[in-house]
């Protein structure tokens, strides 16, 4: 299965777990495939600075 993770749902997994967190993990371990458009990279990449 193939996702595209909100920037919402990223900062919520990182920093507070619950589903959101589910959700990453799952793509940690490849049981579904996160996909993104680069200017989505780009916007996980400022949020992050």
Same mark, same amino acid.
């Given at each position: 299965?193939?996702?595209?993770?909100?920037?919402?749902?990223?900062?919520?997994?990182?920093?507070?777990?619950?589903?959101?967190? @589910?959700?990453?993990?799952?793509?940690?371990?490849?049981?579904?495939? @996160?996909?993104?458009?680069?200017?989505?990279?780009?916007?996980?990449?400022?949020?992050?600075?």
């Amino acid at each position: 299965m193939k996702i595209v993770i909100d920037t919402n749902v990223l900062i919520s997994g990182i920093f507070f777990g619950g589903f959101p967190r @589910a959700v990453i993990e799952s793509v940690v371990e490849k049981t579904v495939e @996160a996909c993104a458009s680069v200017e989505m990279i780009a916007e996980y990449e400022e949020i992050v600075k």
